[in-house]
């Protein structure tokens, strides 16, 4: 079997697999500051929306042309 320390290749390629994910939760944790300390903005004002409800009863001549 080969020694580890020999294998100069293998430890390069772990220590870029482990830079690349400390700079990836590094990001995240700095997003995730930088959001939660700005307020939200609204891209658009809200409006209330309006809600049309229409009845149809058995006796209706709409629902005898539909059946």
């Known amino acids: ?3 580890w ?3 100069w290749y ?3 390629i772990l220590l870029m697999v482990f ?3 400390l700079c990836g939760v590094s990001a995240s ?3 995730f500051c930088c959001r ?3 307020p939200p ?3 658009f004002p809200r409006h209330p929306c309006d809600l ?3 009845g149809i009863d058995s006796d209706s001549t709409a629902h005898s042309t539909v059946t």
């Open 1 to 3: 079997m080969s020694d």
């Open 5 to 7: 320390t020999s294998l």
């Open 10 to 12: 293998v430890w390069l």
């Open 19 to 21: 830079l690349l994910l």
């Open 29 to 31: 944790c700095i997003k």
């Open 36 to 38: 939660k300390k700005r």
């Open 41 to 43: 903005v609204e891209t």
């Open 52 to 54: 049309a409800g229409i």
